[in-house]
Structures are given as structure tokens and as C-alpha cells.
């Protein structure tokens, strides 16, 4: 008969129940932030808040004296807002911004947008068509605008005149009622390109079993672009939309190259309006401008994103 104290004797030694020991690692607490994400974000909060918020902030305060960017100066209240509801040449600025942006808006995403159907279809040479209608989008937009000029008012009223199209004949740039057109022209060959590429993405994001579909059902193809391209870009044509509209609100280098701001101040932008101020001798009279105009803008934006969230569009 064994014992115990043969079996104690006999049964291997029991393992060790000491866990082996691990490499040891360095655990960050929970909710706890990296330090690397204040080295990424803290210069560039400094750097905005030094280059935009501070300057910013320096025009809001002399939009209430009467600095002349020059000498000194004392303090006028509101006297530079009240004032510019007053001006009839600011009002005019105004009135063309608006209605250049939202004419040249339309016009552009209209162009884009058929470009873009025509270089998403299925035809020859596809890939270097593309390259050709981008390149307006690389090139200045200053030194467009002084080729533009030389066109239309040189070579295109001499090829009216030799044609016979009196209306033509003298350059457009002249034409206190036609010359904003020939602004919008400009501006349209030149940001065409850029809302093509937006397009283009939003076309092949479609799948084409969707447009398979359509023809086994007999759908034509003005009748899939209305029920089925439109519908399923529509968050595409909502970045346009916003970004061409903000972008051409800011309108600047090419009315310099082509009008500067003439005939008279017909065509005369609210952002040319603002940078005259740097050196006509009225500072803080467009930098009150300015307020009034950024005050404005922030509310298109937010009417913008009110009626795209009502819409529940997807960017």
C-alpha cells in the first residue's frame, strides 16, 4: 500500500504559478491626448492666429477711427458704417459682386457639368482631351487676363470690322454695359476646369449597373440624366455651387487685367473697392467695408449649410 508520503514523493513538481515576466510597456492612461497632436496643432493655431486672426482684428478696430494708414488718428464710432450705406459707389460694387458671382456661377457649373459628361463617356482619346481642358486651371489668372484683353481689344474688333459685326467692332472692355460680360467669360474659362474634376468624380462614383437598369426599362438619355445622374451628384453640385459662389465673391485679379475696375466703376468689385483703401488714403473706411462685407459672406455660408442640411445632402 503507498503512502503519502510516497506519492507526495513520487508527483512532479507542481509548475509555477509566478506569470513570466513580459517586456514592460509603457500604457497611456484612457483619454489621455498625445503630445504629438500639440506639436501638429499648436504652430498652426499660432501661425492663423498671428496671420489672420490679429490683422483681422487690428482692421475691426481701425474701422472705428479715421485712420488714413497714415499719421494719426482718433476714434469716430460708427461713423464709417453709417457712411457707407450712404455711398452710391459702394453700393455699385456691391451690386455687380452679387450679380457677377451668381451669373458666373450658374454659367460655370453649367459648362462644367456638360464637359464633364462629355469627357465621362466612352470616346477616343479620352485621357488627352482631359489634359487639354484642364489647362486653364494651371495658368495665371492675371496673365489670362491681360491675353483676354489684347483679344478683345485688338484682335476681336478687327475681325468684327473685317466681318461686318458693327456691335463688335470696338472693344468690349470699353462698353460700360457689356464689359462685365466679357469678365464673366473670362472667369468661366478659367474655374470651367476646376469644377469639371469635381464633376468627373461624381459621374464615375455612379455605379453602371444603374444606367443598365435604366435602359431595359427604355429610359432615354435626357431622361436618365434628369432621374438618375442629377439626383445621385447633387452633393457635387452642392460643392460647386458653394465654392464657386464664395470664390467668385472675392473676384479680383482678372477685373484688374482686364477693366480695372472700368469703364468709369462699372465694373468695379467689392474686393477692389477694399484693397483701394491700402493706398487712397481712406483705411478705415474700407477696412469698415470689409467688416460689413465678411459679415455678409458668413451669412450666405451659413443660409449655404442651413439649406444643405435641410436637403440632408451628403458631402
Known amino acids: 500500500m503507498t503512502t503519502t508520503s510516497e506519492t507526495a514523493q513520487a508527483a ?3 509548475a509555477s504559478t509566478v506569470p513570466p515576466k513580459t517586456p514592460r510597456r509603457s500604457v497611456r492612461a484612457k483619454g489621455r491626448i498625445d503630445p504629438a497632436y500639440y506639436w501638429m496643432v499648436v504652430p498652426v493655431l499660432a501661425l ?9 482684428l487690428v482692421g475691426v478696430f481701425f474701422s472705428l477711427t479715421n485712420y488714413a494708414g497714415y499719421g494719426d488718428w482718433k476714434f469716430i464710432g460708427l461713423s464709417n458704417y453709417v457712411n457707407i450705406f450712404k455711398d452710391p459707389a459702394i453700393l455699385q460694387s456691391y451690386i455687380f459682386t452679387f450679380v457677377f458671382a451668381l451669373t458666373t456661377t450658374v454659367v460655370v457649373n453649367i459648362v462644367a457639368l456638360a464637359i464633364a459628361l462629355g469627357l465621362n463617356a466612352k470616346i477616343k482619346w479620352r485621357t ?3 489634359t487639354v481642358f ?4 494651371v495658368l495665371s489668372a492675371l496673365v489670362v487676363s491681360f491675353v483676354f484683353n489684347y483679344l ?4 476681336l474688333p478687327v475681325l468684327a470690322d473685317r466681318f461686318g459685326v458693327t456691335p463688335l467692332a470696338t472693344s468690349i472692355l470699353a462698353n460700360e454695359n457689356y464689359a462685365w460680360l466679357a469678365i464673366v467669360l473670362v472667369t468661366v474659362w478659367q474655374a470651367a476646369p476646376g469644377a469639371t474634376i469635381i464633376y468627373l468624380a461624381g459621374l464615375q462614383s455612379v455605379p ?3 444606367y443598365e437598369a435604366a435602359d431595359l426599362d427604355g429610359a432615354g438619355s435626357f431622361r436618365q440624366f434628369r432621374s438618375l445622374t442629377l439626383p445621385l451628384i447633387l452633393g457635387y453640385l452642392v460643392i460647386n455651387v458653394i465654392l464657386g459662389f464664395k470664390g467668385f465673391l472675392g473676384t479680383y485679379e482678372i477685373i484688374v487685367g482686364l477693366t480695372g475696375g472700368g469703364p468709369g466703376m462699372a465694373t468695379q468689385s467689392v474686393a477692389m473697392r477694399i484693397f ?3 493706398t487712397g488714403g481712406d483705411y478705415s473706411y474700407q477696412m469698415a467695408n470689409a467688416v460689413i462685407y465678411f459679415l455678409i459672406t458668413l451669412l450666405i455660408s ?4 442651413r439649406l444643405i442640411q435641410r436637403r440632408g445632402v451628403s458631402l
Open 208 to 210: 453602371a449597373e444603374v
Open 276 to 278: 483701394s483703401g491700402f
Open 152 to 155: 478683345f481689344s485688338n484682335t
Open 48 to 56: 492663423f492666429a498671428f496671420f489672420i486672426t490679429l490683422p483681422a
Open 134 to 137: 484642364f489647362i486653364p486651371m
Open 12 to 14: 512532479p513538481p507542481a
Open 302 to 305: 451659413v443660409i449655404q449649410l
Open 128 to 130: 488627352g482631351i482631359r
